[in-house]
């Protein structure tokens, strides 16, 4: 069974027409938001995909914004505290959450007991990108292909580990994905987050790993990482010399995660917009669209209502997928 794990590439960018058609208290908005530094708490570590685009993009919202935008890393949990700390901020617009898929929907299906219920306790405000993802391993493994890397595991099963951002994190998520439809029995390494997983790696302290590639993009440029197979229907403009998994042997095999930014519940809809208008403005940027790019980011944008549209389909999905492959967080 074809197991598929992307956003739906039919998902529309915003215009900027419909961002900025707001009300008489949105023009007021407009007027007197923001009148003092923003926040964006990213609750993975620094360098992360996440991390990264959310420098880029919100560096050029600034601008628009007449204001400064300060990122804060508050990793720990898989994310979740650092999501309480945006679910517990002051609707006033002044705090915003930059959040991957796996922090909105895998983790709310892996534990029942959180501290925040991302559709009851968060704004959406725009999807931003979505994380183009590979296969990776150490510079100077034995493997140079897919089928290396499953011919070993079906050799040895349970004998080769691959590391990832956590229990329940895309990573830990996308391999198991792999193994499931390979076949394959293999080890979890988890550690406290994506781009400690992947210094791991680089150092030889697992064996693969299923990465984002702008988690990862440095160190496969710096010789440190070998990029087998990208996880993408197509194959990268990037990597045109780098098959995508699909065609390695596993037909059907896709798999992605996207960032989006989420404002805590009661945020008023005027602030919203008038962030996702800035927002989906940089995305427009040329600058900013080839920053992201070539770290393996695709530029989408999205209205609030869309990107909510999406979270709830993408919560349905990863319920029957965790499901199939019997993923837990322990």
């Avoid at 074809?2 to 039919?10: A, D, H, I, T, Y």
């Avoid at 961002?19 to 003092?36: C, H, I, R, T, V």
């Avoid at 990029?227 to 798999?255: D, I, M, W, Y």
């Amino acid at each position: 069974m074809q197991r598929r794990v992307f956003l739906q590439q039919g998902l529309a960018q915003a215009s900027a027409v419909s961002a900025m058609g707001l009300s008489a208290g949105g023009s007021w908005a407009q007027a007197g938001y923001p009148n003092k530094p923003i926040r964006m708490v990213v609750p993975l570590a620094a360098g992360s995909a996440v991390d990264n685009a959310a420098r880029i993009v919100m560096q050029k919202a600034s601008v628009g914004l007449a204001t400064g935008i300060a990122i804060e890393n508050q990793a720990g949990a898989s994310g979740v505290i650092g999501t309480d700390r945006v679910a517990k901020s002051a609707p006033d617009g002044y705090t915003l959450g930059g959040f991957n898929d796996s922090i909105m929907t895998m983790l709310p299906n892996l534990n029942a007991k959180l501290p925040w219920d991302i559709v009851r306790d968060f704004e959406p405000v725009s999807l931003v990108a979505t994380v183009e993802w590979g296969l990776v391993v150490p510079a100077d493994s034995a493997w140079h292909t897919v089928a290396d890397v499953i011919a070993a595991a079906r050799k040895t099963p349970g004998k080769i580990n691959y590391g990832s951002g956590g229990n329940g994190s895309p990573q830990h998520m996308a391999m198991a994905l792999f193994a499931s439809q390979a076949g394959l029995q293999l080890t979890h390494v988890p550690y406290k987050g994506a781009t400690q997983a992947a210094v791991g790696l680089a150092g030889r302290e697992v064996d693969a790993e299923f990465q984002g590639i702008a988690t990862v993009n440095a160190l496969v440029k710096a010789g440190k990482l070998r990029l087998l197979a990208v996880s993408t229907p197509k194959r990268l403009s990037q990597f045109p010399e780098v098959p995508t998994v699909a065609e390695s042997g596993l037909p059907g095999f896709e798999f992605n995660s996207w960032f989006a930014i989420m404002a805590p519940a009661g945020t008023p809809k005027a602030i919203v917009q008038r962030v996702q208008s800035e927002v989906v403005k940089a995305l427009g940027d040329a600058g900013v669209r080839e920053q992201l790019m070539a770290q393996g980011l695709t530029p989408r944008g999205s209205s609030p209502e869309e990107l909510a549209t999406a979270l709830r389909a993408q919560l349905a999905r990863y319920e029957a997928l965790i499901r199939q492959a019997g993923i837990t967080a322990d």
